[in-house]
């Protein structure tokens, strides 16, 4: 049996000030919450007052991306060791909207600035490892977008990225990674994707974990479903055999929908 995993990616939101308040009405209403896995990824600036906010719960705290080299002259980046040091267990790679793949298209983000976004599965990859070998957990994101799904391209996508990531990755190594299905089309735009085809694509991440690692690691790799879950949908999508969580953007920013959410994965 896989554990469930619920995990809250809080992108550009919240102040330190606000990010604890958040944090202050969650713990409550996960005080009993011990058959789910409960993860929240503030932004950067909050990780460490995050943690010491989380000590003694059972909440762990996520990064949102990270760096793969320990440190050196990188500006602007963060690395590995640093977000260890901030209590941080699990590490977000490969967001549709790191890749630059954004669901909805913001009129502003010309190329030029979309090229701030470039993440590649070749990123995802080194940045997996780099997280493995930190002893920390990557939630890996695939996905496809609307353009894709109408080409009938989502299955060979998701195996693409996946593989992708997977590179380099021992069969031991494999079950410490969780993937995350979230179809690009679905992210932030209140459309999700019907349970029954979340459930398929979960079970084609699924085929291409056994296609690089066997039946074992397929069996126990984790595999959330993400966009626009929320409190009325989650129960259903999350009653499927190859869903074994979500990753909540929106809904986990309000602590009544996010526990919400994790009372229906448990
Ligand atoms: P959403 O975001 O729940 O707001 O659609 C999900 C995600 O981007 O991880």
Request: hydrophobic residues 45%; negative net charge.
């Amino acid at each position: 049996m896989r554990k469930k995993i619920i995990a809250g990616n809080w992108k550009m939101n919240k102040t330190v000030g606000e990010a604890l308040a958040l944090v202050e009405e969650l713990k409550p209403l996960m005080a009993e919450v011990n058959s789910v896995d409960v993860v929240i990824c503030p932004a950067y600036t909050a990780l460490y007052a995050v943690n010491e906010a989380l000590s003694g719960t059972n909440i762990a705290l996520g990064a949102q991306e990270a760096f793969w080299k320990e440190s050196g002259a990188y500006t602007s980046q963060i690395s590995l060791p640093m977000l260890a040091d901030v209590g941080v267990t699990y590490v977000i790679l490969g967001h549709s909207e790191t890749r630059g793949r954004f669901g909805v298209p913001d009129t502003e983000l010309t190329p030029d600035l979309m090229r701030t976004f470039g993440e590649s599965d070749a990123g995802v990859n080194i940045k997996t490892q780099a997280t493995l070998a930190a002893g920390l957990m990557p939630v890996i994101c695939v996905g496809e977008t609307l353009s894709e799904k109408h080409r009938n391209e989502t299955d060979d996508v998701i195996r693409v990225q996946v593989l992708g990531a997977l590179a380099g990755v021992s069969t031991k190594q494999v079950v410490q990674i969780v993937f995350a299905y979230e179809p690009v089309w679905a992210i932030g735009t209140g459309e999700t994707c019907a349970p029954e085809e979340a459930d398929r694509v979960c079970g084609v991440v699924r085929h291409a974990v056994l296609e690089a690692h066997g039946q074992e690691a397929a069996d126990a790799v984790r595999i959330q479903y993400g966009g626009s879950m929320k409190p009325d949908n989650a129960a259903e999508l999350l009653s499927r055999p190859n869903i074994d969580g979500g990753l909540i953007g929106g809904a986990s920013l309000k602590a009544k929908d996010f526990a919400a959410i994790i009372a229906a994965a448990g």
